[in-house]
């Protein structure tokens, strides 16, 4: 008997060493990093999915490092001010994207692809990955031209017809902030737009939920003279560096197809992946957060995250790569929308993560694990690395939408309740919960 325990001592050991290896290896700078971005995914849908078992890729990662809340605190709960926010560490004030209908050409350097490309060099692969079409991945070149009188007045015509038809109150005006590209502009060379399946546009493109069409750029005057003035998407010069930056990809399969074979494909050398799934958005704003084809989306981008890991598994990258899971925002409870829905989570298999944070210091974990001299960036970044202690208070998301104070005669540019209140109960559910509930440590 005693022989036969130690034999069982014995055999544990010997499977559980490679685990201990491996999470000794993910203490030190790792050699890759993929940053997965599940765009939309409320915090409370996804910790009762994890009750429920749903989610056993997000619960592995978890395991092995940690889950923790994000909150978002600045710039708005939606996709560009999001990702912007998540790819560089700094506030809206610097990037100049404050949400999908402000926002700019992020200024040259601030993102985690430049950063990392300066760091590394060439031999460096930064890819991205991305789901959406527009508001995230879109890289429209930021341009002026001059305006006839009668040039601006239709442009002016058409965006009020825009705004009516949504019912907002969205100016087009001299000196207004810009609105949203409507996705006309042509594909920079070295990139592509790849369109899925589903609901169309008259030109054949997919049809994106939560992504209207709007009036491109803003009509400046100038020594009386008029101007049609866009400040570009803020992608346009961070994508620049990247040795692949794919999107307009829609589905589940084809971003997580490609990016399989770009793991292939660049598996001897050092990489930075973005990869970005974008059904679970899609999704609620189709059907709703509380819909089954929401929570379905949650299980399908657990499930291409763990083909995902497997592939890292197969290529002998995974003890040298490190992975986190995030948001960009949440979504409204029960709702199709998510005008303020600050709650998210990052599960990771960075045995370093220690603490709850915010959403600008996401990027500055990443580029503190690969070595980059944080106290050297300029200007500094707004967030700091989740494996550290913060030195800067650690803010929660209020669950009502704080009021906005804006400059006297700037009307609102859009519309929208404030979510994260209790609600119903979905199917799987024991009792209502709130949308800032935290996730629970798998």
């Not at 050699?31 to 989610?55: F, K, P, S, T």
């Not at 084809?293 to 399908?300: G, R």
């Not at 290529?315 to 409204?332: K, P």
């Amino acid at each position: 008997m005693r022989s036969w325990t130690c034999w069982l001592a014995t055999l544990t050991l010997f499977f559980a060493l490679p685990c201990v290896g491996a999470e000794q290896d993910r203490q030190g700078p790792p050699r890759n990093v993929i940053l997965i971005g599940w765009d939309g995914a409320q915090r409370a849908h996804v910790q009762e999915c994890l009750q429920r078992g749903e989610l056993p890729t997000l619960k592995r990662l978890g395991e092995e490092g940690a889950l923790v809340n994000i909150d978002v605190i600045t710039g708005a709960t939606d996709t560009k001010a999001g990702w912007t926010q998540i790819l560089s560490g700094y506030h809206p004030e610097v990037t100049g994207v404050y949400s999908n209908s402000r926002f700019r050409d992020v200024p040259k350097g601030l993102s985690v692809f430049e950063r990392l490309k300066a760091q590394f060099g060439s031999d460096f692969v930064c890819a991205a990955v991305i789901g959406k079409r527009n508001h995230c991945g879109e890289i429209q070149e930021p341009f002026r031209r001059p305006l006839t009188d009668e040039e601006a007045a239709r442009i002016r015509e058409r965006g009020q017809q825009q705004t009516e038809r949504r019912g907002q109150q969205i100016p087009v005006a001299p000196g207004d902030s810009a609105n949203p590209p409507a996705a006309q502009s042509p594909t920079p060379r070295g990139a592509r737009a790849r369109a899925g399946t589903g609901p169309r546009t008259a030109a054949g493109q997919a049809v994106q939920p939560g992504a209207g069409r709007q009036v491109v750029g803003r009509i400046v005057e100038e020594n009386g003279k008029k101007f049609l003035v866009f400040d570009g998407s803020p992608y346009y010069t961070m994508h620049q560096v990247c040795d692949v930056w794919e999107y307009g990809l829609m589905e589940d399969e084809k971003v997580g197809t490609l990016a399989l074979e770009l793991l292939e494909k660049y598996r001897e050398k050092p990489f930075f992946f973005f990869i970005h799934f974008a059904s679970v958005d899609h999704s609620g704003h189709r059907f709703g957060e509380n819909s089954k084809e929401y929570n379905d989306a949650l299980i399908s981008n657990d499930a291409w995250t763990g083909k995902i890991l497997a592939k890292l598994q197969e290529l002998g990258l995974y003890d040298q790569t490190l992975v986190y899971v995030t948001a960009d925002h949440g979504f409204d409870e029960g709702k199709t929308s998510h005008a303020y829905a600050p709650y998210v989570f990052l599960g990771t298999n960075d045995p370093l993560v220690q603490r709850d944070g915010m959403r600008q210091d996401i990027a500055p974990t990443i580029l503190a694990r690969f070595g980059v001299d944080l106290s050297k960036l300029q200007p500094p970044l707004d967030g700091e690395p989740l494996t550290q202690p913060a030195t800067k208070p650690v803010q929660k998301a209020p669950e009502t939408k704080p009021a906005v104070h804006r400059p006297q005669g700037e009307k609102k540019a859009g519309s929208g309740k404030p979510g994260g209140k209790a609600a119903r109960p979905r199917p799987g559910s024991t009792k209502p919960r709130k949308a800032g509930a935290a996730v629970a440590q798998p």
